[in-house]
């Protein structure tokens, strides 16, 4: 199975920063990677999906990046909202493996 | 607008079975492809297993911790996926959830808790 690892595994940050987290596969997966939000008792919500592209009703604020091996996800200008878990999935081997997820708190 | 709605889940004793049901709607039911992913108390989000579109044969593929045990199957005279659930273990506890799955998952349920304990 592919295996995927984020980092940081947590991070503080304030209102209006910058954030990026990393997500990096075992083996190359092209831009199959996909991005989650997942808020303390509710149902994960789709980010970002090939890698770059915006969920429809995301706000522009969520940006992704990479292909490969390496990719980031970038929050411009955290909001009070933004603070919840993320984390990473690949699809490009139908055996789909998430990342262990990043916790973004105060 | 796409509705899944996870039932089924409880209190299991180890090396029981059990059957959780997503009734769907909004969305066309046999071109989709559908996955249940799980989340452990206090842990991260574990794909599970999915069972493809009839078009793309209709196959199930598993995740490795469940294979052999657990079995993906859809009505589509209901709008239902099914996941059966065999021999299960105290790890297999957590809340389920459907999603609808076009290779990333953009719709989910709101989860059902299956708590597997003696």
């Known amino acids: 199975d592919i295996q995927m690892t984020q980092s940081p595994s947590s991070l503080s940050a304030s209102v209006g920063d910058r954030v990026t987290i990393t997500c990096r596969a075992s083996?190359?997966?092209?831009?199959?990677l996909n991005w989650y939000q997942q808020r303390p008792g509710k149902a994960p919500k789709l980010l970002i999906y090939?890698?770059?592209s915006l969920q429809s009703g995301v706000p522009s604020r969520f940006s992704g990046s990479g292909s490969g091996t390496e990719f980031t996800l970038t929050i411009g200008s955290l909001q009070p909202e933004d603070f919840a878990t993320y984390y990473c999935?690949?699809?490009?081997?139908?055996?789909?493996?998430f990342g262990q997820g990043t916790k973004v708190e105060i | 607008e796409v509705h899944l709605v996870e039932s089924g889940g409880g209190l299991v004793k180890p090396g029981g079975s059990l059957r959780l049901s997503c009734a769907t709607s909004g969305f066309t039911f046999n071109n989709a492809w559908m996955s249940w992913v799980r989340q452990a108390p206090g842990k991260g989000l574990e794909w599970v297993g999915h069972i493809k579109s009839k078009t793309d044969g209709g196959t199930t593929d598993y995740a490795a911790p469940v294979r052999g045990r657990f079995t993906i199957s859809k009505d589509a005279a209901k709008n239902t996926v099914y996941l059966q659930m065999n021999s299960l273990k105290i790890e297999d506890t957590a809340v389920y959830y459907c999603?609808?799955?076009?290779?990333?998952?953009?719709?989910w349920g709101q989860g059902t808790l299956v708590t597997v304990s003696s």
């Open positions: 090939a890698a770059s």
């Open positions: 999603t609808t799955d076009r290779r990333d998952f953009d719709y």
């Open positions: 083996q190359s997966i092209s831009t199959y």
């Open positions: 999935q690949q699809s490009y081997s139908t055996l789909y493996t």
